[in-house]
């Protein structure tokens, strides 16, 4: 029970300096013969589970977890994607939580291309692997950078804790310095990547 609650005020605290990414695609489906085979063949490639919902809903993803900070790709973060069908139209949301870090917002760009090249599998027979790997390169090191700029604010938060701390004599300021710098460092990134993502919608 004390795990519990302990996890749910953590996300609850990210959950404050931190968005969500969610964003509705639409799809025209030109054969509908394998859709289900490709449509399972593809998610299942990305390690995504698949639920069934009914005969024109499927629902593929991945759950949350606390080791989702330590995962470098994105589209292996807790992730929601229902595809609904109707007719020859697929409508697609495609919901990600994060890694209680960086927005996933950041990384928009792969999500889109991940369902664009959906499209391409399913209406072109197109081979996705390589255009996925680029994009999962590319995010990689997005966030790598991302990870860099967070070690430098704790490494500064630490900086001037220790400084103060020996002036004053004041236990554990190091420590409350390095974890103000953390938490500033991130709270600032998401807002500068949310703020970019708003100015250029």
Not at 33 to 45: G, R, S, V
Not at 53 to 62: A, D, M, P, Q, V
């Amino acid at each position: 029970m004390l795990f519990l609650v302990k996890k749910i005020v953590v996300q609850s605290y990210f959950t404050q300096i931190m968005d969500f990414y969610r964003k509705s695609f639409e799809l025209i489906v030109e054969n509908q013969y394998d859709l289900e085979e490709k449509l399972t063949q593809y998610f299942e490639l990305y390690n995504f589970k698949i639920n069934r919902e009914s005969s024109n809903t499927y629902t593929f993803f991945k759950k949350l977890s606390l080791l989702d900070g330590w995962k470098m790709n994105p589209l292996d973060w807790g992730s929601r994607i229902t595809i609904i069908q109707d007719s020859d139209t697929l409508v697609i949301t495609y919901y990600v939580s994060g890694n209680s870090q960086i927005t996933p917002i950041a990384f928009e760009k792969l999500f889109s291309e991940f369902i664009n090249n959906l499209n391409l599998f399913i209406n072109g027979n197109q081979n996705f692997t390589q255009s996925n790997a680029l994009e999962i390169a590319l995010a990689r090191q997005k966030l790598a950078k991302y990870y860099l700029k967070i070690l430098l604010g704790i490494t500064f938060g630490f900086i001037i804790g220790f400084i103060i701390e020996n002036l004053t004599s004041f236990q554990y300021l190091k420590t409350i310095c390095v974890f103000l710098s953390f938490y500033g460092t991130i709270k600032l990134l998401n807002h500068n990547i949310i703020i970019n993502k708003t100015v250029s919608d």
